[in-house]
C-alpha cells in the first residue's frame, strides 16, 4: 500500500476530517475496581495482587463504590446523563494482559451518555460530543524483551505485570467530530487537555499521561470535500501526551491523503504512535464486527444510582 505523506494544506483542499477520541482514565481510588487490592502506582511487580484479580476459580467480584461515585461525577461534570439502571459486561478475548480471558465493562448500557463538552480553539468554539462513559477495568502490562521494536512481534519473551490488572477506570468515548477543517488537530489537543484539567478539578485521577493513568485512542477518517459522508477510520492508540495527539491527528491526516490520492483504500486498523519521529505504524486489523462475546457480567448485580444520591453529587460539583 502506498503511504506517501501529503502537505497538511494539501488534504485541506480535497479531504473533509472526521474524529473520535476515546480516553481512557485511570482513577485514583484506593483499592481496584472488584477486589481489594491497592491500586497504587509502581509497585514490585505482581505483588498487589489476589484470586480476583488474577481469575483464579472461585473468586467473586465486589464492585467498588468509590469508582461509581467517580463515574457518576464525571458525568455530571460532562453535562451527561447519568443512568437509573446499567450493568456490567463481560468482553472476551484472550491476551496475556487480562488473566480472565475477558475484561469486565460496560456495553450496551454505561452508566453516562449523551454529554458534550465545549472548547476553545483561536477564538472559536467547537462542541464535542460525547456518546457516553463507561466503566471497566485496566489490563496488566505487558513488556516484550529483545526484537527491535520492543513490541510482541520479533520479541525474545514476554513479561506481565498484573499489578494494573483490575485497577479502575472510565473511558470517556466522543461522538464523530465534524467541521473541525484545519483545526483538527488543535480541537483533538484542546479537548484531551479540557478533559483533564476537568478531572483534575474533580480529584477523581492524577491523570498523569506520562505514567498511563490517562491515555487517549485517536480515530481519524478522511472523505471527499463537501462529500458528508464518513470515510474508513484508523485508531491510533495509546497517544499518552497532549502534544502527541496534536501530531498523531496531523499525521495520520497526511498518511491517509496519501493513500487516497493514490486510488487505494484506507485499511481499517489499529495503529502505533511514536513518539521519537511523530508517525505512527500498523498494529492489528480491525472491524466494526469485533467478536467480543459481550454478554451480562454474571457475578456482579446492577447498578442503579438513585435520584438522591445523584443530585447529592451534583451539588457537590466544584
Known amino acids: 500500500m ?12 480535497r479531504y473533509d ?37 488474577l481469575g483464579l476459580p472461585g473468586s467473586m467480584p465486589v464492585v467498588n463504590a468509590k469508582a461509581v461515585e467517580s463515574a457518576i461525577r464525571i458525568g455530571l461534570a460532562l453535562n451527561g446523563e447519568i443512568a437509573e439502571w446499567c450493568r ?24 453516562v451518555y449523551d454529554g458534550y463538552l465545549d472548547v476553545e480553539v483561536e477564538g472559536e468554539t467547537f462542541r464535542v460530543e460525547i456518546e457516553r462513559a463507561h466503566m471497566e477495568e485496566d489490563t496488566g502490562k505487558t513488556t516484550h524483551i529483545g526484537g ?17 490488572a483490575g485497577i479502575p477506570l472510565i473511558e470517556i468515548v466522543t461522538r464523530p467530530i465534524l467541521g473541525t477543517g484545519a483545526k483538527a488537530p488543535l480541537v483533538a489537543k484542546a479537548y484531551v487537555a479540557a478533559l483533564r484539567e476537568i478531572l483534575l478539578g474533580l480529584g477523581v485521577s492524577d491523570v498523569r499521561m506520562d505514567q498511563g493513568s490517562m491515555r487517549c485512542d485517536v480515530n481519524l477518517s478522511l472523505s471527499p470535500k463537501g462529500s458528508g459522508k464518513l470515510g474508513t477510520r484508523t485508531e491510533t492508540k495509546n497517544v499518552n501526551s ?6 498523531a491527528v496531523r499525521f495520520e491526516m497526511s498518511r491517509h491523503a ?8 484506507i485499511f481499517q486498523e489499529t495503529r502505533h504512535f511514536h513518539e521519537d519521529t511523530g508517525t505512527t ?27 438522591e444520591w445523584v443530585e447529592e453529587l451534583r451539588a457537590s460539583l466544584p
Open 242 to 247: 497532549l502534544r502527541s495527539v496534536e501530531r
Open 258 to 265: 496519501g493513500i487516497l490520492d493514490a486510488g487505494e483504500a
Open 88 to 111: 456490567f459486561a463481560r468482553k472476551n478475548y484472550f491476551y496475556p494482559d487480562m488473566p480472565k480471558n475477558f475484561q469486565t465493562s460496560q456495553y450496551d448500557e454505561p452508566i
Open 148 to 164: 527491535a521494536t520492543g513490541r510482541i512481534h520479533g520479541a525474545d519473551y514476554s513479561l506481565v505485570d498484573y499489578n494494573r
Open 17 to 53: 476530517p472526521a474524529m473520535g477520541l476515546e480516553v481512557h482514565v485511570e482513577l485514583n481510588t484506593n483499592t481496584k475496581m472488584f477486589c481489594g487490592c491497592p491500586a497504587t502506582f509502581g509497585g514490585e511487580p505482581n505483588s498487589q495482587v489476589c484470586p480476583t484479580c
Open 2 to 13: 502506498t503511504e506517501t505523506l501529503v502537505g497538511f494544506d494539501e488534504v485541506l483542499e
Open 281 to 307: 505504524s500498523a498494529g492489528r486489523a480491525k472491524s466494526d464486527a469485533d467478536d467480543y462475546r459481550y454478554f451480562p457480567e454474571p457475578d456482579l448485580v446492577p447498578v442503579a444510582p438513585s435520584r
